[in-house]
């Protein structure tokens, strides 16, 4: 009996339940790896020979292989990885072109992205795509991408519920089924198809930058061991000693190149918009107070002004002023009386 089981257990999965498996939402790459050779070794799809008409039913979802691939790959953030996704994508989409299975409206987005990104870089391939409107384009993928969707979901719901109520009245349900099931894999394609478009720029230009640091990397360590060994024929060995134990401890660059790409780049984009604050409530404290003394002595330093300015006038320029300053006041009420100045539109009562 044992032995029964561990023989049932050693073998392989049939390829929908790889499939099933490879599909799920952050499958790991093992898996998806493990699905991708055995549809490769069974050789269910062969793209030299078939078109989308010569794939059968059952078979169109094979074609998702290299997308989930890729998928798997760029969940993973590292430079080698991030390189076989963009390689899984092209494959992707080698595979549905010559299969006839891309939409109408991206064969030209296809033929430009594609094409350029084996033989030039994202600076050739953005400049060459100036002559189209890549915003249009986009607003178009958004819109085809929700219809899709929205179709999938309906034909999930009705095959959902011909699942609930088996009939055996209508002889072609059958053929009905299969359309359903063959129209559900070729809109998953499409899908998967936009997706690597408005995806692949993006994965791409990231390609290129980690690999634009290694190459800066290396150039800036040869430069370094470069100017190294001039300044050691030069320098005691006193202090060539204290630099070797001084560099024993990492660096901030060490610590920037351990840290994973795609998180620094995160916290860069995300890092707060507005000033971060720059002393304690306690040191804002202290300054406030500080002025609050400066005009406190400031103003006792006007009134002793004013007291020293009256004390040198006599009694009656005092009384002179007095009266100046109580001629100008009801001067001023003579030409602004009570209730001049409230608007005519608002009376206030």
């Not at 640091?213 to 300044?231: G, P």
């Not at 901030?252 to 780049?265: A, K, L, Q, Y």
Request: with cysteine.
């Amino acid at each position: 009996r044992h032995s029964r089981c561990r023989m049932s257990d050693a073998l392989p999965l049939p390829l929908p339940a790889l499939y099933a498996r490879a599909s799920r939402a952050n499958a790991p790459l093992d898996v998806v790896l493990e699905f991708s050779d055995a549809v490769r070794r069974a050789g269910v799809i062969s793209v030299d020979s078939e078109s989308a008409d010569d794939v059968c039913t059952s078979s169109l979802k094979y074609v998702l292989r290299e997308r989930l691939l890729g998928d798997a790959y760029a969940r993973r953030h590292a430079e080698g990885d991030v390189r076989r996704a963009c390689e899984a994508y092209e494959g992707f989409i080698d595979t549905v072109t010559k299969l006839e299975l891309a939409p109408k409206d991206e064969r030209a987005c296809l033929e430009e992205m594609f094409g350029e990104s084996r033989t030039s870089t994202s600076e050739d391939a953005n400049a060459g795509r100036r002559s189209r409107d890549v915003r249009a384009d986009k607003v178009r993928r958004f819109r085809r991408q929700k219809d899709v969707e929205e179709r999938i979901r309906d034909i999930a719901r009705a095959r959902a519920m011909k699942d609930d109520v088996e009939s055996d009245e209508d002889k072609d349900e059958g053929d009905d089924d299969e359309a359903l099931e063959r129209e559900f894999w070729l809109l998953s394609i499409e899908r998967a198809v936009i997706e690597t478009l408005d995806e692949f720029p993006t994965l791409r230009m990231e390609c290129e930058m980690l690999a634009r640091r290694e190459e800066l990397e290396e150039s800036a360590a040869v430069m370094a061991k470069k100017a190294e060994t001039a300044e050691n024929a030069s320098l005691p060995r006193e202090l060539l000693d204290a630099v070797s134990s001084l560099s024993t401890a990492p660096s901030s660059s060490t610590v920037m190149r351990e840290i994973d790409p795609r998180t620094r780049f995160a916290r860069e984009v995300f890092r707060p918009s507005h000033i971060l604050p720059t002393m304690t409530v306690e040191q804002a404290g202290e300054i406030e107070f500080a002025d609050m003394m400066d005009r406190q002595r400031r103003e006792q330093e006007r009134e002793a002004e004013r007291e020293r300015v009256r004390a040198s006038k006599t009694e009656e320029e005092l009384e002179d002023e007095e009266l100046y300053r109580a001629r100008e006041w009801d001067a001023f009420k003579d030409d602004n009386p009570y209730g001049s100045g409230n608007s005519k539109l608002r009376p206030c009562g």
